[in-house]
């Protein structure tokens, strides 16, 4: 015999066929909804009011409305965008170099000790290197144009994805190995239905923090040597002492890194939903 739930019927004395209430959106449970636009609300009529009495110069400190009409400006202007495209297509060529190489060499590591004893001492060696410090270097070895800043744009996003790789992958259940080891899966299987599923959250972070450093290090690389890209946009504007289109190309560059951000974490809620809740923080 079919049953209701209680909750689906209607309530004594409600009228026919009228439908039991839902529960209710209160911004109570998430208070970010409006605590975020009203931090960002607060912080720009501060800035913009307290420049004003201040009489701050705007050489020194531009106000937001100077900002916004110098952003307006450079999006309606086609260089722009130009710049735009430059940095993205190096942000994400060497992004997707530096995760590649990391995920091949650092399940490489952690699946033969022997490798891991070799090598580790001199990637953590490599990796105390400023890699800022290796940008000028890479401009000479390979030149002004874009293979300089792919090759920055790897280096830098690859040693977050590197030891976050490594770290997920030994942060496998030992128990479920020793269960499936015992009846008689290979190294491959356990690597695919244990080892990957746990390292999964290890390499989003990876994936989060790498995606921002690739467009620091595209940027990073522009500004040593380029003629093009929103790392010498950034340089012109400043020779040329437009600090409210300085203060423009930031904001373009933030909401690059924020949308990469939110990417990331939504091919996680896709592909890793079940770490949702797992909080890793990345190298």
Do not use: C
């Not at 091949?104 to 590591?109: P, S």
């Not at 899966?185 to 450093?213: C, E, K, T, Y």
Request: charge should be neutral.
């Amino acid at each position: 015999m079919a049953t209701t739930d209680v909750r689906d019927k209607p309530s004594p004395g409600a009228p026919p066929g009228q439908q039991p209430a839902r529960r209710r959106f209160d911004l109570r449970d998430r208070p970010q909804l409006w605590l975020v636009p009203t931090v960002f609300v607060v912080v720009v009529l501060a800035w913009e009011y307290g420049t004003q009495l201040l009489d701050v110069d705007e050489y020194v400190l531009p106000r937001p409305s100077q900002i916004a009409e110098a952003l307006h400006r450079q999006l309606t202007d086609d260089q722009f965008w130009g710049h735009f495209w430059v940095t993205t297509q190096e942000s994400l060529l060497g992004f997707a170099i530096g995760v590649g190489a990391a995920v091949l060499l650092g399940t490489f590591i952690s699946q033969i000790k022997v490798v891991e004893a070799t090598l580790m001492p001199y990637i953590v060696a490599f990796q105390t290197v400023p890699k800022v410090a290796l940008a000028p270097l890479f401009v000479l070895w390979f030149g002004f144009g874009l293979t300089s800043k792919v090759v920055m744009a790897a280096v830098i996003s690859f040693f977050p994805m590197l030891v976050n790789v490594i770290e997920g992958l030994r942060a496998a259940d030992a128990d479920r190995i020793q269960m499936l080891t015992v009846f008689g899966a290979s190294r491959s299987q356990i690597f695919r239905m244990v080892r990957l599923p746990s390292a999964l959250p290890f390499i989003f972070a990876g994936l989060d923090i790498g995606i921002v450093f690739a467009i620091l290090g595209a940027v990073v690389g522009e500004f040593i040597g380029a003629k093009e890209g929103l790392g010498y946009l950034l340089l012109q504007t400043n020779y040329n002492f437009d600090i409210a289109g300085m203060f423009a190309v930031l904001v373009v560059l933030s909401l690059m890194g924020l949308v990469a951000h939110f990417v990331i974490r939504l091919l996680q809620r896709r592909l890793a939903f079940w770490a949702e809740d797992t909080k890793v923080i990345g190298a």
